[in-house]
């Protein structure tokens, strides 16, 4: 059996990943109490139901106490030898506070309180604290659209290998901000910028001309082998602690030139040896998979 817990704030995708899950087979349980969970898992097992995925929603909506004993409960389903994901969406708060005013819906924890709502979206973020600290996958949706955030779920969730370590390499820029889901995070911004040669501006650092441009540097080829020796170095000692997800994230100014470069760099690197890589750029908005060094398509 197959247990994907989905959490988070609310405005950050929770219904969309759950309509996505559903879509792929899973029995799907919005709103679920949390000390619901081991009996439904019961209820299931025992009943020789046909559901072998199950995916549930549990959040700020149930009362605190519930949320409070969420960490001794998920311990209890995961002893009785149940593959189980927690999966936790999160969003910029600034981002909440637009579609909230823009969609005029009430968050649910203004509904019985005199919260306003950017105090609503603190303590709820409070509340679910300890769910993020033990969550396998954290997925910031602050600028993903909805196509995007199922094609997330459905690669990274319901695409899963049941054992093993999911790595995903990202490029970003820290003018729009570091990635809510980063887990290590290296600043190229260092490094000499293409952006101010007019002719390498427009392009990116998969393009050949800003390539040639970066390698003509010796310090760029010394931080992308730092970088490669890092991550190989302590990489299995994130994979001996059981993590199922690690993104490292390499930013530079803009997101375009230096971080994306490095991070094809890397993810290319890191596939020779640990098939599945995820290589992702945040602000050309491309994502692609790289089970094998030969495959280099875009999604």
Not at 76 to 91: F, G, K, M
Not at 142 to 149: E, N, Y
Request: glycine share 6%; proline share 5%.
């Amino acid at each position: 059996m197959q247990l994907v817990i989905i959490s988070g704030r609310s405005g950050s995708g929770k219904s969309i990943a759950l309509q996505a899950l559903e879509d792929l087979g899973y029995y799907a349980i919005d709103n679920l109490p949390a000390m619901l969970l081991g009996p439904l898992v019961d209820e299931l097992r025992s009943g020789q139901s046909l559901r072998s995925s199950i995916a549930v929603s549990i959040d700020a909506r149930n009362l605190p106490h519930a949320l409070e004993r969420f960490p001794a409960l998920l311990e209890d389903v995961r002893a009785r030898n149940i593959h189980c994901q927690v999966v936790y969406l999160t969003t910029d708060a600034r981002i909440l506070l637009e579609r909230y005013s823009a969609t005029r819906r009430r968050h649910p924890l203004t509904r019985d309180s005199q919260m306003t709502l950017a105090e609503a979206i603190d303590c709820e973020e409070a509340a679910l604290a300890e769910i993020r600290d033990l969550a396998d996958l954290v997925i910031d949706t602050s600028r993903l659209s909805v196509h995007d955030l199922r094609g997330r779920i459905t690669d990274q969730v319901a695409g899963h290998r049941r054992e093993g370590l999911t790595l995903t390499v990202e490029s970003f820029g820290f003018k729009r901000g570091v990635p809510l889901d980063a887990d290590i995070v290296f600043d190229a911004r260092c490094l000499p910028n293409p952006y101010w040669d007019p002719q390498l501006r427009d392009a990116t650092g998969r393009d050949d001309s800003v390539i040639a441009f970066l390698d003509s540097y010796p310090m760029v080829a010394e931080m992308a082998a730092d970088i490669l020796a890092w991550v190989e170095r302590w990489l299995p000692r994130y994979q001996a602690s059981q993590r199922s997800y690690l993104t490292v994230a390499i930013g530079c100014t803009g997101g375009q030139h230096r971080s994306v470069y490095l991070a094809e760099g890397l993810a290319h690197r890191l596939a020779a040896a640990s098939p599945g890589v995820r290589l992702r750029h945040r602000e050309l908005g491309l994502q692609r998979n790289l089970p094998a060094p030969d495959t280099d398509e875009d999604r």
